[in-house]
């Protein structure tokens, strides 16, 4: 209330008066930047174009420090990262107290966000006749998927709903990996998923309730998530799921499982976020349908995003939609680990395709979301 | 008409921006990529592992039998099968038989009857360009070339090498150990670029490389060793794990001087007042009538020195049904000058019919010196009467 009366007061008279003067070309460059690291949506806290970019560099198609062989030995590593992150996210899936209605408004707009990009992205890829192999409707699908989640960078309470937009997105991955990858029927696959899940966390919370001291709950812990990864990377299943289902085990579970996994997992979450984006970025062939259906996934992300958080607003009870997208407008980590996983699942050239083009597109995202207004210069 | 909504504006400015990419974007047209691959089902293990292409390989050990053609030479091998020598200079090529002692090729200018190494004459000309050598002294996972002999003509195997390990052979001295690999005694090793590592010889029960600057020493010491003449029959080897440890007696022939005079198990403490560098070494200073050997054997230390001759007739028999069967014949021994030749079957020695290798060591043990024993020798059908002095 106190905001929207000073917005009816108009500019800042002085601020005014300082707009008038001459602003450096690089100021005017960086101004959205500011007014974002004002507001708390922190543009460095998950760089995915600056490490996307440097996977590029080393990958095969750059420096070639990074080579074919490297990435496939790799690709039990990415899935032991996905595991985990799978685990972050279940572990804040839960709604909170009075948070069921926010959950319903991340879904809806996930859901919103998923749909534009895949109808638009399926229409491009039906006129250029590509991705035959992988089919049309699970190409639009997996971009659709990987649009949706957000980074749960900002640090302001609307974007509670990056956090728990990734929920559905993790969901539907985990029915559409196993039609892609390995001869498993959907719903077969994604039972399978959330008991290999449910299983790993159930041995890793029997040896977290019983560990002697600290070191030995890491080492419990770690391990359970090597497992979750590697089981599910060995069966062609969902490593993101697996962790879903392991992290909101854990939170439900009696005792501090959830605890020690928050505490103990926290400080290899940036590392497994690197790891996922150098490799993400390595993969990237430099091809016209690569760069041209990356450069679609980002403007219909922010499209769908911006559409997503005007039908998610009224059902959260927050009455600016912009405020909600600017908190969205981030492209999650998790997004690009589903396509790597659909890398890991399908290794042919359709899929790398598609992983290519989601990095390229969430790196292309990034700078997008910075350079849109956020609310503050509503005013302006 | 304008929207009032800052929101909605951006929201429709998007919308605008994001139709015009598309409708760009739907222009472009991309060159057909073909049917696409069936999917690749990768095992977790494949991923894990070193993946070296196939049509690489291929390429590659296609590129290297051209290459290495000029250097290896197909001979008839002693046990009836196709053999294969590696030319090792521009006059002479190297090559192992398991049977050594039937070795009677007119080419063969050198036989290391213990180890089954040959030296066989081999002028090509021009003689092609030497190649380079390659020994690690441990590598691996690593692809190799074996080039083996065949009914068809020697042909290049690519070979997964788990590991390369330098180790110590109480027969060959130093060798490269192979793990995770069939290898056939007789073949010769070549990495893919084409540098030779070695020859495959047998050892202890397995097969191991014999390599660089060994595989020098062993050709060298053949090289100054015409007709083979000069192996004393005393084989000698090292204690495991001594590369400068005691030389030990592994065996002696029987028709050697020094039968009856050094035993198995014996170890050597000095030969002709030095300490030997190498069992090569060793050997070569057996040779030697003048030779005396410091042994010790048990707690009992002994001097030794070599018969004037030999107390045998210089003859490896194999007992067969119908008389002995002559394995292999000494150089210059009493059989040697008799004319008996390895593959002749004795159908009488000295009064002995059909005698067994036991009969003829008895009857020429119990015999005079100067005494001529008659031997009624035969190849095949044809049979032939010799007289065999012993000196």
């Known amino acids: ?380 | 008409m304008v929207p009032e909504s800052r929101e909605l504006r951006l929201l429709l400015v998007t919308i605008g921006a994001s139709l015009a990419v598309l409708v760009g974007l739907a222009r472009l047209r991309f060159p057909a990529a073909g049917p696409a691959p069936p999917p690749q089902q990768l095992l977790p293990i494949d991923r894990l592992g070193p993946q070296a292409l196939y049509e690489d390989l291929v390429r590659a050990v296609a590129r290297l039998e051209t290459r290495l053609g000029p250097h290896l030479v197909e001979r008839a091998g002693e046990d009836g099968r196709p053999a294969l020598a590696l030319l090792w200079n521009s006059t002479q090529a190297l090559a192992w038989s398991p049977l050594p002692e039937r070795a009677s090729d007119a080419r063969i200018l050198a036989v290391d009857r213990g180890r089954g190494l040959l030296l066989l004459r081999h002028a090509t000309s021009p003689p092609p360009a030497a190649l380079a050598e390659w020994s690690p002294e441990a590598a691996g996972p690593i692809y190799l070339a074996a080039a083996e002999p065949g009914p068809g003509g020697w042909a290049l195997r690519p070979v997964y090498v788990g590991r390369l390990r330098a180790t110590h052979s109480t027969t060959w001295g130093g060798v490269l150990a192979v793990s995770g690999a069939s290898l056939t005694p007789g073949s010769f090793l070549f990495t893919l670029d084409g540098r030779r590592l070695g020859l495959v010889v047998p050892d202890a029960g397995g097969a191991a490389v014999l390599a660089g600057s060994n595989l020098r020493a062993h050709a060298e010491s053949l090289a100054r060793d015409p007709r083979g003449a000069a192996w004393s029959g005393v084989r000698l080897g090292r204690l495991p794990g001594e590369a400068r440890g005691a030389l030990v007696v592994l065996s002696v022939e029987e028709w050697s001087t020094w039968a009856a005079r050094l035993r198995s198990g014996d170890t050597l403490e000095s030969i002709a007042g030095g300490e030997p560098a190498s069992t090569l070494e060793a050997e070569e200073a057996l040779r030697s009538a003048a030779a005396v050997v410091r042994v010790r054997r048990g707690s009992a230390r002994l001097q030794v020195r070599p018969a004037r001759e030999p107390d045998a007739p210089g003859l490896r028999l194999a007992d067969a049904p119908g008389g002995a069967r002559v394995v292999g014949v000494a150089p210059d021994s009493p059989a040697a000058r008799s004319g008996l030749h390895a593959g002749d079957r004795l159908s009488a020695f000295d009064g002995v019919e059909a005698p067994t290798a036991a009969d003829v060591a008895r009857r020429y043990g119990a015999a005079r010196r100067g005494t001529r024993l008659v031997v009624v020798a035969g190849h095949g059908r044809e049979a032939r009467a010799l007289v065999l002095e012993k000196p």
């Open chain 1, 1 to 380: 209330m106190k905001r929207e009366g000073l917005d009816e007061l108009g500019p800042d008279p002085i601020d005014a008066a300082i707009e008038t003067g001459r602003v450096p070309l690089l100021s005017r460059l960086a101004a959205p930047l500011r007014q974002r690291a004002a507001l708390g949506l922190d543009p460095a806290l998950a760089p995915v174009a600056v490490f996307v970019a440097l996977g590029f560099a080393a990958g095969p198609a750059g420096l070639g420090v990074l080579g074919a062989d490297g990435l496939a030995r790799l690709e039990t590593a990415v899935a032991i990262a996905a595991a985990a992150l799978g685990v972050f996210a279940g572990l804040e899936l839960l709604p909170r107290t009075g948070e069921r209605r926010l959950f319903v408004a991340a879904s809806l707009e996930a859901l919103v966000t998923m749909a534009v990009v895949a109808a638009a992205t399926g229409y491009l890829l039906a006129e250029w006749e590509l991705l035959a192999g992988l089919g049309l409707g699970s190409a639009a699908l997996v971009l659709g998927l990987s649009a949706a989640p957000s980074a749960a960078s900002a640090l302001f309470g609307e974007s509670r709903l990056a956090d728990l937009d990734d929920a559905l997105p993790i969901v539907l991955g985990a029915v559409l990996l196993p039609v892609l990858g390995p001869d498993i029927p959907p719903l077969e696959g994604l039972a399978l998923t959330a008991a290999l899940g449910v299983g790993a966390a159930l041995c890793g919370w029997l040896l977290l309730e019983h560990a002697r001291d600290a070191a030995e709950r890491a080492v419990f812990l770690l391990g359970t998530v090597a497992l979750l990864g590697g089981a599910a990377a060995s069966l062609g299943l969902s490593a993101l799921l697996a962790g879903l289902a392991a992290g909101l085990f854990w939170r439900v579970a009696p005792g501090a499982a959830d605890v020690v996994a928050r505490r103990d997992l926290g400080p290899f979450q940036h590392l497994l976020v690197v790891l996922l984006l150098i490799v993400a970025g390595a993969g990237i062939a430099f091809e016209p349908p690569v760069l041209a259906l990356g450069v679609a996934f980002a403007f219909f992300r922010l499209t769908g995003k911006l559409l997503g958080a005007f039908a998610a607003a009224p059902v959260a009870g927050l009455r600016r939609p912009s405020a909600l997208a600017a908190g969205l407008l981030t492209p999650g980590v998790i997004g690009i680990a589903f396509a790597l996983a659909v890398r890991g699942a399908r290794p042919d050239a359709d899929a790398a395709l598609l992983a290519g083009a989601v990095a390229f597109g969430a790196a292309l995202s990034e700078p997008l979301a910075w350079l849109t207004p956020p609310p503050s210069s509503a005013a302006a």
